[in-house]
């Protein structure tokens, strides 16, 4: 996604760090798996199988659902349902979830799955080093009989339920972790097995329906082909060519090149684009600490045009962090900011800044039209941006060393709890100044220990406060699409940049 989540900012990564070719062969399925050919077209290959090393959802998750099943699972409407786990409960103070487990799952090793498995696989991810090792931080897990799963946590952690339909939650077994091949040579009991003879890492993987699965109505077809793609030009051209039955179309403005292929697209709004200003309390740039300089910011933004120039005006327009998914979501809040350049000009004269100033930015040259309109829309009201390229590998590394006291960046809107944890909490990733406000503290612990009614209302609150505080110059919330064959039929769930592998299926 790589996403952060997708994990830290795929937008970026993916786009400076792609590897693939164009697919080579074609074919839809005949259905239930009883025979038939998906292939599908990726932007990122999966660093590792390891779940310890390399799980991630996002973009790279088909690769991870193919191979390994989660512990919970979300349907195309991003309802989480049963999965290997049958059912869940909280004790009375949400510190404790016990889940009970399916007993007839089997990884494809032939070794059981069972609770110990179950255990030793969530503390493989929460100890290893994938971009969403810290969700499990402070966890513990603990079987108290074949069939049953514990996790105790300090406090409550209301995105848990959600993280175990994902990446924390995948299950890989326990009998792989000391082979060499780990990284390569998947051990799961998901639906597909990765044929490794026929698959070259990066580029193509081949897999082959689990003749044991115990989800058999599940699998749509006998054979899973997941192709990466370098670059828009080879993924349109593999679409052209009937290569594929679906793919993840990266560029916006091939859309119509898409349809006119005679493919379906289909679409959901997962990530942000805008200015993070990371430097609330001014310790880098002074101006910063300053909420009328923040604001004027945010004014400064003609929020229209930018959707227009950068993404053919595929998206919605946006100035809060939360989605629209979200019970923090506030319509009215997007009309905060009005693009008023006189007016944003007159708060900064407000703030003693009558003459300007040099807000110092990183920059990469991936996405170099972007990086000239935020300098241009800025330049209008007198702020001069000092850009610096640090290289695409050392980009999201150096903004959270930090490096820099604001930047353009596209996130993923995540579920409210992981959202606050990614982006807002003093130790959230994307808060490296550790930003802190009284207020906000106060509301994160209603959120977190609060009844759902005080729950919804302070994520309402903390929504509302952030955008009148302008934390952050959103632009708009960017289309994510994927695109689909006349042969093949799809869900595209509203939770994640790349389609459940479980939710294609043959029209015929």
Same mark, same amino acid.
């Given at each position: ?98 889940? =009970?487990?399916?007993?007839? !799952? ?12 179950? !255990? @030793? ?11 969403? &090792?810290?969700?499990?931080?402070? @966890? ?8 049953? !799963? ?20 995948? !299950? ?11 990284? /390569? ?14 698959? +070259? ?28 793609? $370098? ?22 403005? /091939?859309?119509?090149? +898409? ?23 001014? =310790? ?33 327009? =946006? ?5 629209? /998914? ?16 006189? &007016? ?18 990183? =920059?990469?040259? &991936? ?13 209008? %009201?007198? %702020? /001069?941006?000092?850009?610096? $390229? ?43 100044? @550790? ?11 209603? %959120? ?11 994520? @309402? ?23 689909? $064959? ?10 994640? &940049? ?11």
């Amino acid at each position: 996604m790589f996403r952060w989540k997708a994990t830290a900012a795929l937008a970026v990564a993916a786009a400076l760090t792609l590897s693939g070719c164009a697919a080579d062969n074609t074919g839809g399925g005949s259905g239930n798996g009883s025979g038939g050919q998906l292939t599908l077209g990726a932007i990122a290959a999966p660093t590792s199988y390891d779940i310890g090393a390399g799980a991630e959802y996002g973009n790279r998750s088909p690769f991870f659902q193919a191979v390994f099943d989660t512990i919970l699972q979300k349907n195309a409407k991003g309802e989480i349902e049963p999965w290997l786990a049958t059912k869940w409960e909280y004790n009375a103070d949400n510190t404790v979830l016990t889940l =009970t487990l399916r007993d007839d !799952v089997t990884f494809s090793d032939g070794t059981k799955l069972d609770a110990d498995a179950v !255990v @030793k696989s969530l503390e493989r991810f929460r100890d290893g080093t994938s971009p969403q &090792a810290a969700t499990l931080a402070g @966890k513990t897990f603990a079987a108290p009989d074949a069939t049953t !799963v514990t996790i105790t946590q300090s406090a409550p952690d209301p995105s848990l339920i959600n993280l175990l339909s994902i990446a924390p939650g995948l !299950v890989e077994a326990p009998s792989s972790f000391d082979k060499s091949d780990v990284s /390569t040579n998947p051990v799961g009991s998901g639906p597909y097995i990765l044929d490794t003879a026929s698959s +070259v890492t990066g580029t193509t993987y081949n897999y082959t329906a689990n003749p044991n699965y115990w989800n058999k109505d599940a699998v749509k077809y006998d054979k899973l082909t997941i192709n990466v793609f $370098d670059d828009t030009t080879a993924m349109i051209n593999a679409i052209k060519a009937g290569e594929l039955n679906g793919a993840k179309v990266a560029d916006n403005n /091939t859309i119509t090149e +898409v349809e006119g292929a005679g493919w379906t697209i289909e679409s959901n709004e997962l990530d942000f684009q805008g200015l993070l200003l990371l430097d609330r309390a001014g =310790t880098m740039a002074p101006e910063l600490g300053n909420v009328k300089v923040r604001q004027a910011i945010n004014m400064a933004f003609d929020r229209d045009a930018l959707l227009k120039s950068l993404q053919t005006g595929y998206g919605t327009v =946006t100035e809060q962090v939360f989605p629209a /998914t979200s019970v923090a979501y506030d319509a009215s809040l997007d009309s905060t900011y009005t693009y008023d350049p006189a &007016a944003a000009k007159k708060l900064l004269a407000d703030a003693g800044y009558p003459n300007g100033f040099t807000l110092n930015m990183p =920059t990469t040259p &991936a996405f170099q039209q972007t990086f000239d309109l935020i300098a241009q829309q800025l330049s209008d %009201i007198g %702020i /001069t941006v000092n850009y610096t $390229d640090p290289g695409a590998a050392n980009f999201i590394a150096d903004m959270l060393a930090p490096k820099y006291p604001a930047t353009w960046m596209a996130l993923e809107q995540n579920p409210d709890w992981q959202l606050i944890n990614f982006m807002i909490a003093p130790n959230a990733t994307f808060n490296p100044f @550790k930003s802190e406000d009284p207020k906000v503290d106060a509301l994160i612990s209603t %959120i977190q220990t609060g009844s759902q009614a005080e729950s919804d209302a302070a994520l @309402k609150e903390l929504n509302k406060y952030i955008v009148d505080q302008a934390w952050f110059a959103p632009f708009f919330r960017v289309q994510g699409t994927f695109a689909t $064959d006349p042969n093949t039929n799809l869900e595209f769930w509203p939770t994640n &940049a790349y389609p459940s592998i479980f939710d294609f299926s043959p029209k015929n």
